[in-house]
Every structure is written in C-alpha cells, then in structure tokens.
C-alpha cells in the first residue's frame, strides 16, 4: 500500500500511496463522464431520431405535419389528424385537471386537519404510482362501459345541441382518453402544488388572516400569486405527461385517423400511434415516419419541459441560497467556537 | 449606558392616567390556554387599557406569544388550542358562539416577530387589507397615511411600484405596521416587533410606537426589558409555573405600571426577573 | 366596563365574503374527495377483479403455448419483468449516483445546473420516444437488453436526482471531519458522504424501480416480439414482461384473457403501490433523521 517514505524535506508529498493520489483525479473523471453521458443523452435521442426520421423527411417533408393521411397500404403517412387528437385530448385533460389539482392541493395544505393531510397526500401520491397500463385496462373495462351507456348519452341528451356532444356512443374514444388522461394528470400537479404551497411561508399567512382577511381572501391575494410560476410549471409538466402517455391512451382511444368535432368519436395521439404499431411496421418508410412522429412527440415535450424548468428555476434558486448562506453561518459560528 | 437610557426613558411615558381613569379594552377573567392536553398559560387575570402601552415580558415558554395571539384569536389557527375563561374586547366576550374571528381580526391588527411582508409592491401590501375590506375609496390616499403613521412615506414614496422585498428589515417592519393601520384597527397587536432588527432600526419602531400611541391601543410582547422600559406605560411579568403534576405553563405573576414593575416590584419573581438574577 | 356600542357578529359584507370563503373550502374539499374516490374506484375495482382470478397456478406456471386463454400462469411474465428492471437497475443505479457524485460533490456551479436542468428535462421526455431512441440503434434485434437500456435511461434521472438530494442533505462538518484528517476527497466521499446517504440513495432507487416496473411503451419496440417460448428467462432474448402481459391480455375478447390481465394488473399493482409507499415512508424517515 504505502509507498517508501523519502527524506524529510519531501515528506508532505510521498507519503500517500499511487492509488490514493491517483484517487481524486479518477473520481472526478469518472463521474464527469457519467454526468456527461447522462446529459448528453438529451442531444444522442435528438440526434438518433432526426436521423431515423430522415428517410420519411426525404419522402414528405414539412407537408407530413399538414397531412391527414396514415396508409400502410399505398405508404403515405402523416401526423395533422395525430397532433390533432393530441392536442385536443392533452388540453382537455389539463383543462379539467388543473383547477382540480390546485383545490385538492388546497384543500391538503390549508383545510385538512393536520392528521388527515398525511394520509390524505400519500393517497394522492400513490394514485401518481399507478402504471399507465394499469389505468388503461381500468379504462377500457371499466370506464369506457360506464361511458358508453351513462355518460355520452346524459351529455348527448343535454348538450348535444353543441356539436362536440354529438355522435355515436363509443366505450372508447377521446372522451374516454381525455378521462383517464385526467385521472393520471390530477395526481401529479397536485403533489408538486402542494409542496409548493407548503413551502410559502407561514408568516404570509398569518399576515393576510392578521388583517381580516378570510381564509379564501388569504389564498387568492397571497398563496396563489407567491406560488403562481411554480403552479405554471406543475400544470406545464402535467401537459407534457399528457401529451407523452402512450399506453394508457393506446388502450382506450380507438385508434382511428381523422379530425372530427364529436368527443364521442375515435381518434389517436402521436404517442399512441408509435405505441400501436409496435408489431406492424412493415416498410423501412412506415418505421422512418413513426421515427418523423416520435421526433414530433420529442420536440413537443421538450418546448414544454424547458419552459416548465424556466419557470421553476427562479423558485429553486431561492432555498438553494439559503443553504449556501445557512452553511456558511454554521461555519463561523464553529470558528467563533474554536 | 444602557442603564442611563432606561432611565431616561422611563420619564419619557408622560402622564398616565390615574387608575380609575383608565378605560380597559380587554378584560381577561381565569384566561387558560390549552394545546391539546398540554396547558400552555394558566388562569390569567388582566385589564388591558385604552391608548396604553402595554407590554408583557417574561422569560421564553411562559407564553407570552400565545397569550397576545389570543387577544385577536390568531390561536384559532392551532386545530388543537382551545381557550377556557373569559376574555372580553370592549365588553364583548371575544370567544362568543356568535363572533367572527375575521372581523375580530379586522379590529384587532397584528405586527409578527419576523417581518412578514407580501411578495408584492409596497403600495400593494398597504391596498391589500383594504382592497379586501372594500375600502377602496381614496386608496391611494389611505395608502399614503398609513405609510406617513409608519413613519416610512419618505423612504419609499418614489417607488411604491417596487417589490416590498427589495426594503431593508427594518423598512419592511414598518411597512407591516403600515398595513395594520391602513385597514383602521382599533388594537394593535404586536409580537415582538424588534427582535429580528438591528437597533437603528429598534429604535424606529420604539419611537413609531409613542407617536401611534395617540390615536391605538398597544400591546407589545418582548423579551427585551429595556424595550419594555423605554415604550411600556404598563408591564405585565409572565413566569414559569411548574404545576404539581409536571406541567410548565406561563401564568401572570405581576402586572403594574411599568415604572412600579421596573423600580419596585411586588413579587420576588418579577424583581429577580427584571434585574436579571432570574432562576 | 365598557358598555358594547359595536359587534363583533358577522354582518352584511362580511357575511357575504366569509360565504365565498366557505363555498370555496367546500369545493377543495369536493375536489380532494373526487380524487380519493377516483383512486378507490380504481383500487378497488382492479383489487375485486383480480383478487379473484388469482391462484397458486398463476404464479407458478407458464402462459400455455400458442397464447392459449385457459390455464397457466404469469410466471415467466413476473421473471421477464424482474429480468428487465433487475438489469436496468444495474446499470442505472452505478451511473446515477456517480452523475449525482459529480453534480453535488464536485462540479463548477454552473455546470452543475446545466446538469440538473438535462436530468430533469430527460426525466420529461415521454417513456415512448425513449423507446423508439433505443429502437433506431439496436434496430430489429430485440432482447430484454434491449428493454433495460431503455428503462435505465428513464431510470438514470430519478436516481441522481434523488440521491443529489440526499447528497446535499449530509452536513458539510462530516465532510470537514474526514478532510481535515488528511483522507482524500475521493475516499471521503465513498467513506464518509455516500454511506451516509445510503438510506436515501436506495429509497430513491426503489422509487425508481417502482416506476420502471410500471412501464410499457418502452419495451414495446424492444422485447415484445419475437418470443419464441413462454418460459425464457435470457436476458439476450425477448422476454415477457408484465405489463406488456396486461396489456396484450386486455386486447382479448375472451373473459379469461381479461381475467387474467385483472390478476396481473393486482398483482403489478400491488408491487408498485407498497414499494413505492415503503420508499416513501422510508425517504420522509430519513430526511427528518439527516434535516433535525
């Protein structure tokens, strides 16, 4: 282990052994690379799927993006009717989910009584820990009757004067997505709201009451303007979750091309189609353009996650300095103690 | 030195009214305060009087935060506090079945420990309270008075528009003293009010609280006896009682006019308190 | 005693405002409530269903050859799935916390950040695409492989995340302590800073593992065809998994096909809930042991 101690004058450099001294720099180097493999990951999924892709950018360009057609048959593809069915069951599950989500985690950090709110949070949380597959098989037999034979028809008979009530009765189609969508979204704004809400201090609170103001009065005029940006963000995360299920949707949507009113109907999402033809690729053009519509989905989820993370940043940077000036508080106190 | 300013200070509380002049505010008969089944302050009898001074002192865990806190029922806030006793506002029994905490609160303002502004602009934080309580005509003349009764107007009237957060400790104190005033209480309430700033700016708030005097009643908790010397007209000692069956509670062990409780105290706790050979 | 000129009741507008203040408390209260109740439905109904299809069969046999509906079991469904996150964790774990190494031990500030921000924008990237990412370079040769690679890459985020967490909760005066003893940082950190972080480093992973167990779309394009026996535990194969058993037996319209998804989806269920509980209770325990 050690190697031969030197004369006197060297003896703050040999005494630690090869491996020792070689330690640190390896240490560093090793976990530089693992810390740049995994974020170069980022740029490697980019760039593999524009390269996978590029065999169906060859074929049909910008123009696959304003294409309704998916025909394995004559081998033409296009994504409008998917980023159509995406979009329209992605923002309405967040539309429907985020009041929602904001209440619940209101109602755990504000309402609840103290013993009530751990339980209460756990439940939340592990409804967030449901695998999509789960909740897809729950979809199709369970909701998608339910839907079929309660709800559509109670929403087609009341607002079925407004043409997206209108149409054939369906166990799946967007309303089905759109539900289950909801049900997994809900969970995971909330439990990120509720720790935001957690984290605005008590004293502003107290403030607000302080004053006269009612508990409401309290959370619109100081909770949610203190946790506005992080709520954004929760909610922006929360679209890109719902834009990004594959499986749960796949099961429950119906699988079918075309743009249509009626929530009733059919429909697919980017995620979905990729997941759905797994099995059935059958041409090198029909993979390429699968590829096209998961650089899509890729794209989507990046403008979305970014600026989620924009919006976040300024809010984690805070209790980050207050670490930083914490620490260093501890230290001189142990140097006043010295 | 400190001791010379006590002094000095001590001359400076004016005349106080004679005891049968003085018209009590709160009247508090056997006040007890439990959390849960734990008794934080045990049987408290005291008048708080109209446009004084009042401050209570005693050392830490005797309760003192706890007992101001229910003078505006900020304790409702604690699920498992529970108050027994009576304590009355103005002749109205303050726990009643048919009082609204709220509009209790609306009456009887509160100043915290640590200075609690809105993340918002200051004229913001002062229009809060009163944007709330429907007092919005001449808001912005409203906003100004508060902040001139705060003594802050001048540093602050050329950027109203500017984050409250951006203020210096003791800015931010006043500008939550302003915020009280704005929405016209009748009490004000404050916990400790100095204890997070540097004395400059103590010493601000000390003099803010004679000129608000005038117009408010004041209750000031504090650890600090020469603050409670230098702006109290009456003092009221809280100490630590060990009850038979182990419990520690805070319980009213004097309450005088400041000079009495300073210079002659009645009880021996309060002397050992007050010239520091506590314990 | 001063005689009450005023009242402290609630009156005209205040009445209205503490109204709204209720009527507002009364719908985060529905909405909490919807929730649980969503959850329940969901619990329940996959509890009723599939507490019943279970049998000792089911967890000790294979599905029958030919993708026959009767008989058999989930057996090599449950040993596929343990195959492909068995690997995966072995690849993401090592990585991850040598990633959360270098972002809270080591790296400039700033490069610490743009490596925070990567984790947590690949933690976004629908599970999907990260499957067809791994589809474009392994092509069409699957293997359950194949599959862990792609669950590592979920994995990899949640684990330096997790751990970075804890890394940063180990006081600095630990660190000080071995330092200051002349140990090199890179034996502190393995003897000092990661041991006492381990607790937390292994309930992130477990929340990991819950995760990626409960994960679908990824496998689809890397071990869901081409197998070729019911019983293959080789991790250069195809395997099955359980969830995509779920879901290719939800696809059936024969009752004992949905059975039998009902039996695997509790039976996944299960799993996922009480490890991901477990780490959670775990994570909170040992937050409050390291923070107080």
Known sequence: METSHGDESSAFERTRSRLDRLGDPALKAITFVAAALAVTALVQITYELIKGSRLAFHRFGFGFLTSQTWDTIHNQFGALSLIFGTAITAILAIVIAAPLAVAIALFLTELAPKPVRALLGALVEMLAAIPSVILGLWGILILGPFVQNQLEPFLGSTLGFLPFFRGQTSPTGILTATLVLTIMVVPIVASVTRELFMTVPPELREGALALGATRWEMVRGVLLPAARPGILAAVALGFGRAVGEAMAVLMVIGSQIGIHLSLFGHSDTLAARIAGQYNGASTNLQTSSLVYLATILLVISLAVNIGAQLLIRPIDRRPRRQRIALDRALETQGMSAD | ?279 | MAEPVFSLRTSGRLRRRQLVSRMMGALAFAAALLAVAALAIVVISVASKGASALSIDFFTKSQPQGFQPAGGGILFAIVGSAVIVGIATLIALPLGVLVAIYVSELAPPRLARVARLALDITNGIPTIVIGIFVFTIVAAHQSALAGSVALAIIMVPLIARATEEVLLLVPPAQREASLALGVSRWRTTFSVVVPSALGGILTGTTLAIARAAGETAPLLFLTALGTTSYADANPFHPLQSMTFAIFTYSDQADPAFQAKAWAAAFTLMCFVLATSLAAKLAMARYRKKLGG
């Open chain 2, 1 to 279: 030195m400190e001791a010379i300013k006590t002094k000095i200070d001590l001359t400076r509380q004016g005349r106080l009214p004679a005891e049968g002049d003085r018209e009590a505010v709160f009247e508090a008969r056997g006040v007890s305060v439990f959390y849960g089944d734990q008794r934080a302050i045990d049987n408290v009898n005291i008048d708080i009087y109209r446009r004084l001074i009042t401050a209570i002192i005693g050392p830490s865990g005797c309760g003192k935060s706890t007992f101001i806190r229910t003078l505006n029922r900020m304790t409702d806030l604690v699920p498992s506090a529970r108050l027994t006793g009576e304590l009355r506002y103005r002749g109205i029994d303050l726990y009643g079945p048919r009082v609204d905490a709220v509009e209790v609160r609306r009456r009887i303002g509160m100043v915290f420990q640590k200075p609690n502004p809105f993340p918002k602009s200051i004229y913001d934080n002062v229009a809060y309270g009163l944007r709330i309580l429907g007092m919005k005509k001449d808001l912005g003349e409203r906003v100004e008075k508060a902040l001139r009764a705060a003594a802050l107007w001048d540093e602050v009237k050329d950027r109203l528009k500017d984050s409250a957060l951006g203020l210096s400790g003791g800015q931010q104190q006043r500008l939550c003293i302003a915020r009280a005033i704005a929405v016209e209480p009748e009490v004000i309430l404050l916990d400790e009010p100095a204890s997070a700033l540097d004395p400059i700016a103590t010493s601000a708030i000390e003099d803010l609280m004679h000129e608000l005097k005038r117009d408010y009643t004041l209750v000031i908790v504090t650890h600090n006896m020469q603050q409670a010397a230098r702006v109290a007209d009456m003092t009221a000692f809280f100490g630590l009682d060990v009850s038979p069956d182990g419990n520690r509670q805070g319980v009213l062990v004097e309450y005088d006019e400041t000079e009495k409780i300073f210079t002659n105290p009645s009880d021996k706790r309060t002397e050992g308190y007050v010239t520091g050979r506590f314990g």
